[in-house]
């Protein structure tokens, strides 16, 4: 195992998807993108126009419990592999992506996505967040838009959005950043969101231990840490190298429009034109309140 020295890793990955896409072991997924505004969030919404490779390695991958012979990450494809992030983590491209240089933070060793994370995956996560600024994600289980069972965070370099705010839902966001305390912004579902003093930066040394105490302290607010290492149930994280926020949810999808942490930061994914009236008749924001947990639920 050689790790890469600092400021080595941006390099890496452009260089290894440029090598991946020539092979034909990564596939960027064309789209095209829509912007559809409602409550103060210009969500970027994206139009796949072929989904049907990634459904077929979908189906073939989904696992049944305690079935490893279908983990994609376990051998990983060596032409999807960008660097060592230390004894228990590697990074991968993601084979299937709609932003450019997605990469996934897995586990070496089997472990499952409804496993609580750890200081280990933080410092995994944070050694990619150090390098470049992007946005970070997790999505808790498959009510959370989990595809694999095998444990990964995912992080891809902003922006998010072709034009405006760098990451959509950030203008709900201002006020609170201004502050250095847990907030909730103006969203109609549960979720709690904590400003990450000091910022996690190129110079953070203790990124990962910062990364980990915000984590437990935003899951202990939803009850979603309470069975040891196993969530309490489904969530998203997100982060950024300011910010992290945890939304806890209720079902995967509304009606046929599937839905992950990106979601909740202000990017949306449909199939079809059919899936984007859908969307534009209900409405994004709604459709997020549909499918995370209340309250009262």
Known sequence: MKRLQKGELWQRVVEQSADGLKSGALHSLPTDCEFIEQDGVRFAVRILANLERKDQAKRQQRLKPKDADFDPFLPYEEDLFVADLGETHVCLLNKYNVFNHHLLIVTRAFEEQTELLNEQDFAALASCMVEFEGFAFYNGGTLAGASQRHKHLQYVPLPLSPSGAAIPLQPLLTAGLAATKDFTAP???????????????????????????????????????????????????????????????????????????????????????????????????????????????
């Open 187 to 297: 969203l109609p579902f549960d979720h709690a969101i904590a400003v990450l003093s000091p910022a996690i930066d190129e110079s953070t040394t203790d990124a990962a231990q910062t990364l980990t105490t915000v984590y437990r302290r935003l899951l202990a607010r939803f009850h979603l840490a309470e069975n040891g290492t196993q969530q309490s149930a489904p969530y998203n994280l997100l982060a950024t190298r300011q910010w992290m926020m945890v939304v806890p949810r209720l079902q995967e999808s509304y009606a046929a429009i599937s839905v992950n942490a990106l979601g909740f930061a202000g990017s949306l994914f449909v199939r079809n034109q059919e899936e984007l009236q859908l969307l534009r008749d209900v409405g994004p924001m709604r459709i997020l309140e549909h499918v995370a947990k209340h309250a009262s639920e």
